[in-house]
């Protein structure tokens, strides 16, 4: 009698042990999905860009002037990428654009506008860290308004 007690007290710690670890892993992932900040820093004010990300230089290209912007910015980051999604979903509306959609397949691709612009970001898995594009041009159509000044 004894002994099955003892047995049945040693099942209920393990038991309950592994309910314990399992609870610990559930707060672990939630954890991992913490809000992300906006960097302090931006190429473009309108599109956010989350702390962590540094940019690579060589591998950006802007274009400004009154009448037109284009740009493609890429950054590294050891943020996971389904956080960076639900970074992009949550922040860019606040800088007035519209999601339009999302493709994932390993790597996700989100599309978002505006009257005159659209904004496309790749977010990539890389080994321990993130690859992040962000493409910013005219929607169709509208780049063939742009008039370049023509010096005589």
Known sequence: MIKHIALLVIAVVLFSGCASSGSYRSSDSA???KTLDVASTLKFEDVPVPTGFKIIGQQSFTFENDALRVGILKFSGRINADQ???F??????????????IVEYGKRIMSFERDDQNCTIFIEPSG?????????APKAGR??????????
């Open 128 to 136: 321990m860290s993130t690859l992040l594009t962000i493409s910013v």
């Open 84 to 86: 960076t999604v639900i």
């Open 31 to 33: 954890s991992a999905y």
């Open 88 to 101: 992009y979903k949550d922040q860019m509306p606040l800088y007035n654009w519209h999601f339009v959609n």
């Open 143 to 152: 780049a063939a308004t742009y008039k370049p000044i023509r010096k005589e």
